[in-house]
């Protein structure tokens, strides 16, 4: 005799039926909830307290390259990763305007620093005539190996160098007027009472 549906037996299956949706959903709802929680500048880096990576980067223009060394000349540097093609880039570059012409800072001698992923001479020049050059120097990082040695989730990142080559601090995403005075420059000061102390 042929098993009968009865009206208790449809409801299981057609729970069943819904259960990969439902699964899907619930996962779709856990990796969004997860993707905004926290905030995204303050992503841990393995590198923070340690010696600055190798680097040897061609320089822009007539520049020399830039190397490690470079970072452990008793100033503070503060180094922007960026690329002309990057939209948060041109978001934060009016805020890397007005950190670069922070008086104090240069009196300080706080260096700025460039680092040009994944792009070329010609249009790094033309993003910097329209835009303005906040970099005392800047390289090139064409191929992204210095990007993955120092740990870059995804441009813009910032980070700030003491005088002894030591990576102090970073800043993962386009800075705002708010990060610049709450976050990054307190995070300067800090990195140049540690130079001086380490003099």
């Known amino acids: 005799m042929a098993d009968v549906?009865?009206?208790?037996?449809?409801?299981?299956?057609?729970?069943?039926?819904?259960?990969?949706?439902?699964?899907?959903?619930?996962?779709?709802l856990l990796f969004f909830m997860r993707l905004g929680a926290g905030d995204?500048?303050?992503?841990?880096?393995?590198?923070?307290?340690?010696?600055?990576?190798?680097?040897?980067?061609?320089?822009?223009?007539?520049?020399?390259?830039?190397?490690?060394?470079?970072?452990?000349?008793?100033?503070v540097t503060v180094i922007n990763m960026f690329a002309s093609w990057c939209?948060?880039?041109r978001s934060e570059h009016p805020v890397l305007m007005a950190l670069a012409q922070d008086q104090e800072l240069i009196k300080q001698g706080v260096q700025f620093?460039?680092?040009?992923?994944?792009?070329?001479?010609?249009?790094?020049?033309?993003?910097?005539d329209t835009l303005g050059n906040p970099y005392g120097r800047i390289a090139f990082d064409p191929d992204n190996r210095a990007g993955i040695e120092w740990g870059v989730y995804g441009i813009p990142e910032t980070f700030i160098v003491r005088g002894d080559g030591i990576i102090s601090y970073k800043f993962v995403g386009p800075?705002?007027?708010?990060?610049?005075?709450?976050?990054?420059k307190p995070e300067i000061q800090q990195a140049l009472l540690a130079s001086s102390k380490s003099r």
């Not at 680092?115 to 033309?126: F, G, L, M, R």
């Open 5 to 28: 549906e009865t009206p208790d037996t449809k409801q299981p299956k057609r729970f069943l039926a819904f259960l990969p949706l439902v699964i899907v959903l619930a996962l779709a």
């Open 40 to 75: 995204s500048s303050k992503l841990p880096s393995t590198l923070i307290g340690h010696a600055a990576p190798p680097l040897s980067l061609q320089g822009f223009a007539d520049q020399p390259k830039l190397t490690d060394a470079d970072l452990r000349q008793g100033h």
């Open 87 to 89: 939209e948060p880039c």
């Open 113 to 128: 620093v460039g680092i040009a992923s994944k792009d070329n001479p010609k249009n790094v020049k033309q993003f910097l």
């Open 175 to 184: 800075m705002d007027d708010k990060a610049l005075t709450n976050l990054l």
